[in-house]
């Protein structure tokens, strides 16, 4: 089955500056890459998916990147707030459409 | 856009008992429903895919008799937790992917089970 690593497990940052969280996958036939945030007690929300068609695709402070040689994608936060602190997992699924998730990153954004 | 509903949003029971949990999506029709599991600073756990008018297929490990799902209709799925433990604690998601077969999942609000 699909294993997807994520990393890291914990991002501090400052106010105003980026954060970069990457994940790698190991099935070849994955085709689509989510990304969920999820407040403490709360359901995960999608901020941001892209399939394997695609390199990069950007909504406002928001991108997410990938490779499909290297098996890598990242997603890229800019000009971080403090609302952006939460937990940010990555995800990926093939044709079955089951999601694979990592383990998650939790990212603290400081005033 | 989507919107999946759970209920109940917490429930406590006692070791033994069963719980029903019902998976509702609002304003779409879901095909396929899933059903995780997230232990406290975990990430979630595919327990089993649902699909509508037919048996549920589970994940390795994931005991079948024990977490009864049924997909009854296009806008309701249903996991019942039987025989709860202490163990089961834990915070249960559904999610919901549209007609047609599509990859794109939206979550319920989860539910929080404490076995005492």
């Known amino acids: 089955g699909e294993n997807v690593e994520q990393h890291p497990s914990t991002l501090s940052v400052q106010e105003g500056d980026s954060a970069v969280i990457k994940c790698t996958y190991s099935d070849s036939a994955s085709n689509y890459f989510p990304w969920y945030k999820q407040e403490l007690g709360k359901r995960p929300q999608l901020i941001i998916d892209i399939r394997s068609n695609v390199g990069e695709k950007k909504d406002q402070r928001i991108a997410v990147t990938l490779n499909k040689t290297a098996k890598h994608f990242s997603l890229h936060i800019t000009e971080t707030q403090p609302e952006d602190s939460a937990v940010y997992f990555c995800a990926a699924s093939s044709n079955d459409y089951k999601l694979s998730f990592g383990a998650g990153t939790t990212v603290t954004v400081r005033a | 856009g989507a919107v999946v509903s759970q209920h109940p949003s917490r429930v406590i029971c006692k070791s033994g008992t069963s719980v029903k949990i019902e998976c509702r999506s609002l304003?779409?029709?879901?095909?396929?429903m899933f059903w995780y599991r997230q232990f406290p600073k975990q990430s979630l756990m595919l327990m089993a895919t649902?699909?509508?008018?037919?048996?549920?297929?589970?994940e390795q490990g994931v005991e079948k008799d024990k977490f009864l799902i049924n997909h009854a209709s296009l806008t309701l799925s249903t996991l019942t937790v039987t025989s709860a433990h202490p163990e089961d604690s834990s915070f249960y998601i559904c999610?919901?992917?549209?007609?047609?077969?599509?990859?794109?999942?939206?979550f319920g609000p989860g539910t929080r089970l404490t076995v005492l």
């Open positions: 649902s699909n509508e008018g037919s048996k549920a297929t589970y």
């Open positions: 999610s919901a992917s549209g007609s047609g077969g599509t990859d794109t999942q939206y």
């Open positions: 304003d779409f029709q879901a095909t396929t």
